[in-house]
């Protein structure tokens, strides 16, 4: 096969970054306007509530299929694979009803005056998430053969949609609010999963005329039809109904055993998985802790936080957990299998350490003198007069660490457990969700909204620690030290302490008199602390340049 595993999942993470930049530049924009026009209770029912339905929807049944079947190309057949991913459609269907049910029957509102709004908006989510998953054919299709700039354009698109139908409607009416959230979410997510199906009845069409060399476009240039269609032998669809379920002949031949194994693995640990992620937004609805309006600005101080996260390290955790998953095999020792392949995921897995770890540390130190700073560019002045929004933020940088940490050793430790394993963490998982459940009820009273992260740093600094406890295991009896990439540079870390003082000093001094000034002076420190990586970790540093503009996409890391 001609396509190179790594050089994909590079350019997936890159165009995935670029992406989340422009989506959260879009969505903070939007909740900006919201907050100065619409107000903090609307906000907080479409950004905790019913975005919260969704992501639970969403979670618990296309998650589990999706991680089972990714790396499964060359071990099932596209006919069992095909089959399985079709289940996540009946699975969010029962989902949807109990859960829409949830959170119109059990879950409080609190606002009689949205509420007929509120109920459009749960049915409308419940629809979105099952249109989507309609479509998980086809994205797992383009995931796994590698059509990156597909995934990019619908991507974008979906943001052009939705954002343009929920500013329309809502600047014709503002009273409108969760219905144009709800418009929105339906329409523009209809509009991806029928441009999927569209792309592909198309390019099945058209692959055996590009064969013979017959194809040609008026529209669409030869260099891109030829980047569709080059090095794509391996394309096992001939037919556009090849992309829905089989019958092959009975119901236990349908299905692959193996697939069902890996898939209900996962189911489990989805289910704690997502409490995890989303826990402080299921204490938030179940219980009094806070009101819409606090809830809303949690919920912008968490987003802002979480920049870092969505921008960088989730587009690299779901690129490095394709990576591995198809470098390392589950059920193997490391001494039986690929020397090369091993000692390459290894090079990647401590590089990537490195670079999220130092991303981390930077956004702790420059966090603790900048939050006010963004805080009050975002959300105006009147957002920062309470102290809580600035100390929610400042905690969260501790968070973020954290999470950067957590992301890439969790999903290595997935990506190479075996079935046997998975269902084993899932018990370790599940004490982790009852802690962390209990840990933020507890704090939240006691610290207020703060308790909500201090609660969620202690969850991930413990799936840190097994985490790394299972490498080192992997790797006990082997010479490769993938944590090593953990420790950063003592010349980044002195240049980082320098550059926390100068701004905290800068922030004391400065602010006041002169924002504008409190900035470049982060801007200037930010620049030397850049230096001070890149000195350190030159050669990284060259590898990445080469990979990114070399033509030649077989540049080795090591």
Not at 197 to 219: D, E, N, R, T, V
Not at 449 to 457: A, D, K, L, T, Y
Request: a positive charge; one cysteine or more; glycine letters at 4%.
């Amino acid at each position: 096969m001609g396509r190179n595993l790594l050089m994909s999942s590079l350019e997936n993470a890159s165009f995935n970054i670029l992406f989340q930049i422009l989506f959260r530049c879009v969505t903070f924009i939007i909740n900006a306007w919201v907050i100065r026009n619409v107000g903090h209770e609307v906000l907080g029912i479409m950004n905790v509530r019913l975005l919260l339905l969704e992501s639970t929807i969403l979670f618990l049944s296309r998650e589990p299929f999706n991680r089972a079947c990714l790396g499964q190309k060359d071990q099932c057949s596209w006919s069992h694979i095909i089959n399985q991913i079709w289940l996540s459609v009946p699975l969010s269907c029962v989902l949807s009803i109990i859960f829409v049910y949830v959170w119109l029957n059990w879950l409080p509102l609190g606002h009689p005056e949205h509420a007929a709004q509120y109920t459009f908006g749960c049915w409308s989510v419940a629809l979105s998430c099952v249109l989507e998953l309609c479509c998980a054919n086809m994205m797992l299709v383009a995931q796994m053969y590698c059509f990156i700039k597909l995934k990019v354009g619908l991507d974008t698109l979906h943001i052009f949609v939705r954002s343009t139908l929920f500013v329309s409607i809502i600047v014709y009416d503002r009273s409108q609010a969760l219905i144009a959230f709800s418009v929105a979410q339906v329409i523009s997510i209809g509009t991806i999963a029928l441009t999927y199906y569209l792309f592909f009845y198309w390019y099945i069409k058209y692959k055996p005329l590009y064969a013979k060399g017959a194809l040609k476009s008026k529209i669409i240039p030869d260099m891109v039809l030829h980047k569709l269609y080059n090095n794509m032998d391996d394309f096992q669809f001939t037919s556009f109904r090849d992309f829905f379920p089989k019958h092959l002949g009975s119901l236990y031949a349908s299905f692959d055993k193996k697939l069902n194994t890996l898939t209900l693995s996962f189911a489990k640990q989805g289910i704690v998985k997502q409490v995890l992620t989303e826990g402080e937004k299921y204490v938030m609805s179940t219980s009094p802790v806070m009101s819409f309006t606090e809830q809303a600005t949690y919920d912008v101080v968490n987003n802002l936080g979480s920049l870092a996260a969505r921008f960088v390290f989730r587009p690299i955790e779901d690129s490095s957990y394709f990576y591995f998953t198809h470098m390392v095999s589950r059920d193997l020792p490391l001494q039986k299998q690929d020397q090369s392949k091993i000692q390459e995921s290894c090079t990647v897995l401590s590089q990537v350490c490195k670079t999220v770890s130092s991303i981390g540390l930077i956004i702790l130190v420059f966090g603790q003198s900048y939050a006010r700073t963004l805080l009050m560019l975002y959300g105006g002045e009147a957002f920062v007069v309470s102290s809580l929004p600035v100390q929610l933020l400042r905690s969260h940088c501790l968070a973020v660490v954290l999470i950067a940490i957590n992301g890439v050793t969790e999903c290595y430790v997935f990506a190479t457990m075996t079935s046997a394993q998975l269902n084993s963490y899932n018990f370790l998982m599940v004490f982790f969700s009852i802690t962390f459940l209990v840990l933020s009820y507890v704090l939240t009273y006691v610290f207020g909204p703060v308790g909500f992260i201090i609660s969620n740093c202690i969850n991930m600094f413990a799936r840190i620690l097994h985490s790394i406890h299972f490498i080192n295991n992997k790797y006990r009896n082997t010479e490769y030290k993938p944590l090593d990439g953990l420790r950063v540079g003592k010349v980044f870390i002195l240049v980082l302490c320098v550059a926390g003082v100068v701004c905290k000093i800068s922030e004391n001094k400065l602010y006041n008199d002169s924002v504008v000034f409190h900035i470049i002076i982060g801007m200037v420190m930010f620049f030397f602390v850049l230096l001070a990586w890149g000195y350190e970790n030159k050669d990284l540093v060259i590898k990445m340049y080469r990979k990114v503009f070399s033509k030649d996409d077989k540049v080795s890391l090591d």
